[in-house]
């Protein structure tokens, strides 16, 4: 960027389903440093230990983790609530934090704590969310999820806070990633020809996503 800003957006960074913090600051190193060095980034891994294998195994060394757990259709859900109040946990020793970066099961929370934050049943002790970015992300209670108890009412109203949202070509979930925008206000969206990965950006995705940051930061100012 060209001019330095007063303060670095705080990224509180959630990871997909079976990895870890860990590994997914890794998936991100496919981003120019940077634009990386643009926020200030904190991975976490969530608080379950992965009850099943791993995609990322052989690619990726453990441990792995999982934020919440579900049924084979995603019909019903287990540790939820447990999850949500973690992430709080979190943000209260670890922040303040102005946004959230989700990628895959981690979108999914990172879409829908806006809302539930709004509703007054997740993270009322920390400050409100400013942002999201969200890559392969999907919401709850869409044509695919059904929504656990306490996300319910999480897109019940538009979402207003600002939003980046990746969407790859390739990805098996990407029609879950497009059902999302229409909860957001004014989704920000960058394309790309990859799949279910945190992805590589061509010259017109950096663009994107640079002048995302930068609107967060004078927002921040």
């Known amino acids: 960027m060209e001019h330095q ?3 670095k957006p705080r990224v509180l960074c959630l990871h997909a389903f079976r990895i870890s913090g860990k590994i997914f600051e890794k998936q ?6 940077f634009v990386r060095e643009t926020m200030d980034l904190v991975f976490i891994d969530a ?4 009850e099943g294998g791993s995609g990322v195994q052989g690619e990726f060394d453990p441990p792995y983790y ?5 049924n084979q259709d995603f019909s019903e859900h287990r540790n939820f609530d447990e999850c949500i109040a973690y992430i709080e946990d979190c943000m209260i020793r670890m922040g303040p934090f102005d946004g959230l970066l989700g990628f895959s099961q981690g979108a999914f929370l990172s879409a829908a704590l806006p809302g539930m934050q709004a509703e007054g049943v997740a993270l009322t002790s920390v400050p409100k969310i400013k942002f999201v970015m969200l890559i392969c992300g999907g919401k709850f209670g869409g044509s695919n999820f059904s929504s656990p108890k306490l996300a319910q009412n999480a897109f019940s109203s538009p979402i207003e806070c600002p939003s ?11 029609t879950n990633g497009i059902e999302l925008l229409d909860s957001f206000v004014d989704p920000v969206v960058i394309n790309h020809p990859q799949g279910h990965v945190v992805p590589k950006l061509d010259e017109k995705g950096l663009e994107t996503m640079i002048k995302f940051i930068e609107k967060v930061h004078q927002e921040l100012l």
């Open 5 to 7: 800003l007063a303060r």
């Open 28 to 33: 991100t190193e496919v981003w120019p440093e």
């Open 47 to 50: 608080p379950f230990p992965a």
């Open 66 to 70: 999982e934020w919440f757990q579900f």
């Open 164 to 174: 980046l949202h990746f969407l790859g070509e390739k990805d098996i979930g990407l």
